[in-house]
């Protein structure tokens, strides 16, 4: 046994584990939020980097221990810059940059003189740091698995209420194709009115004159865009869909199952029809095991949303300070380009082999602000100020620009979605919530447009739990009643804590 631990304390393994350890840790931190695939790229980065710094380290200080500790110190200053800057910003200690810069020279400076020291006290210690690089990687692992294996135990869960019912289909040709859009965060009318003095009726009456029906008065049944979709897509409210969900719980691995294997998404591939879903660049909300997942590339030039995350806390955060990478406006051009693919992809869906449900998340009018009214790209850091928070006035702004240019799009991509569709389609098309910054009841006041083959059972308070009960109805023949039309607030971090609001709307 003691030789087998010689052995292996002479073997180096702590800088790659110190160097892989940033990466697996800030994934483990976001792994509902962050593809696997994200992370590869800059895995591999951080490794490459970290066997050159060995490497270097191995020439200037002749001696391949020294160079371990050397370069073992070095990742450690790199990966905890940022993360020291943003915990100062937190208390409201801003140090200049050039003096924190230069305090993390001379640490630099002082590791490598260290790393010069005795050969013999370090080579000692090679076992036990080993050990210790084992150690970080064991809970962030933990993370990951675990989560893993609770999407694995939960994949696929089927919704405990709305259960299937008997689908007539007297002719598969004449399927319609459903189509459920959501504008993250677009208000109802009357919110964009009062809040915003913004005049939205010429695209209501727009929408009418398609043959929409537009409920004026209708509210989410809840101010999250995980807990509203997902109450949406399965038909009931989320305290009937499983017993987890009580107050005192925070954990969303079974709710974001239950949102992408849907009871409604099921009913309908049981029933012959293609799902077709969107990147939204939020992993939870993406249905990649759809028949057709589109978006544009996620690693296509640039940085990803992860990679600009972990710059952040790293010392590359510098060339965020001096100008040199704007990782704001990288994340920003990602949302613009998914937002652009949804919208030019309306036009197109129509000629797509049906029956088929497409799922349609987009991520605007809600921030960041990157269109203005007419399309043209704007740079979202004129939205905010100096600690990136958004003022009221700057949010009205860059909402309602968001709204004029989602407006046009819309407008054109449903005309030519609705004229080319073979059989007259089912569209839904809803805020999830309504926008910031506003009193909490006023945060339910959405849009809720539907286009339906007979509107007669629709009604001017219906919300998202009843969309599909009606879309169903009328696309398979299936008999679900209506529920009565509710809506809870809930707080952060405890999302299922709900509190019930009344509407009082009276148009």
């Given amino acids: 046994m003691k030789k087998h631990f010689i052995e292996f304390s002479h073997r180096l393994w702590y800088p790659l584990l110190v160097g892989i350890y940033p990466v697996l840790a800030l994934y483990a931190n976001n792994v509902n939020e962050a593809r696997l695939s994200a992370v590869l790229r800059p895995l591999l980065i951080f490794l490459v980097g970290t066997l050159i710094l060995f490497g270097l380290f191995r020439l200037l200080l002749k001696d391949w221990h020294r160079a371990a500790i050397a370069t073992s110190l070095w990742v450690v200053l790199f990966s905890t810059y940022g993360h020291l800057v943003a915990f100062l910003k937190s208390r409201h200690l801003l140090i200049p940059t050039p003096l924190l ?21 370090f080579t000692r210690a090679s076992g036990w740091l080993n050990l210790l690089g084992l150690v970080l990687l064991v809970y962030p692992l933990y993370q990951v698995v675990s989560v893993s294996v609770q999407h694995l135990q939960t994949g696929g869960r089927k919704a405990q209420a709305a259960p299937s019912q008997q689908v007539h289909i007297s002719d598969p040709a004449k399927l319609p194709d459903i189509y459920y859009i959501i504008l993250d965060s677009y208000g109802r009318q009357d919110l964009l009115q009062q809040a915003y003095q913004y005049d939205n009726s010429v695209f209501i009456k727009n929408l009418q004159q398609m043959g929409f029906y537009v409920a004026d008065c209708s509210m989410s049944n809840y101010m999250r865009t995980d807990i509203s979709m997902t109450t949406a897509l399965n038909m009931d409210y989320l305290t009937n869909l499983g017993k987890q969900f009580t107050p005192d719980t925070y954990n969303r691995v079974t709710l974001f199952e239950l949102l992408k294997h849907s009871a409604v998404r099921q009913m309908l591939e049981e029933s012959g029809y293609q799902t077709v879903a969107f990147s939204t660049g939020f992993p939870w909300s993406e249905l990649d095991d759809a028949s057709h997942f589109l978006g544009p590339n996620p690693l296509q030039g640039d940085m990803t949303d992860f990679e600009e995350l972990l710059l952040n806390t790293t010392l590359a955060r510098l060339l965020e300070d001096y100008g040199v990478i704007v990782p704001f406006q990288v994340s920003s051009r990602h949302f613009r380009d ?5 919208l030019n992809s309306l036009s197109t869906l129509a000629d797509m082999p049906g029956p088929k449900f497409v799922f349609m998340h987009v991520i605007s009018p809600h921030p960041p602000f990157v269109y203005g009214p007419d399309g043209n790209p704007t740079n979202p850091a004129q939205f905010v100020d100096a600690e990136e928070k958004y003022t009221s006035t700057m949010y009205a702004q860059g909402y309602t620009n968001q709204v004029s240019f989602l407006n046009t799009r819309l407008e054109a991509g449903l005309k030519t979605l609705i004229s080319r569709s073979r059989v007259p389609p089912i569209i839904i098309i809803q805020g999830d919530h309504g926008p910031w910054m506003q009193p909490d009841n006023k945060r339910f006041w959405i849009l809720n447009a539907y286009f339906l083959p007979d509107e007669s059972k629709l009604y001017n308070t219906i919300s998202p739990v009843n969309s599909f009960r009606l879309a169903l109805n009328e696309a398979l023949g299936t008999d679900y009643e209506l529920l009565p039309d509710k809506s809870y607030f809930s707080p952060i971090p ?7 609001f009344t509407n009082t709307c009276q148009h």
Avoid: E, H
Wanted: glycine share 6%; proline share 3%.
């Fill in 101 to 121: 810069a230069g305090i993390w020279l001379l640490l630099a400076v002082l590791s490598i003189w260290l790393a010069a020291g005795k050969r013999s006290s």
């Fill in 494 to 500: 405890y999302i299922y804590d709900f509190t019930p």
């Fill in 338 to 342: 998914r937002t652009t693919f949804d």
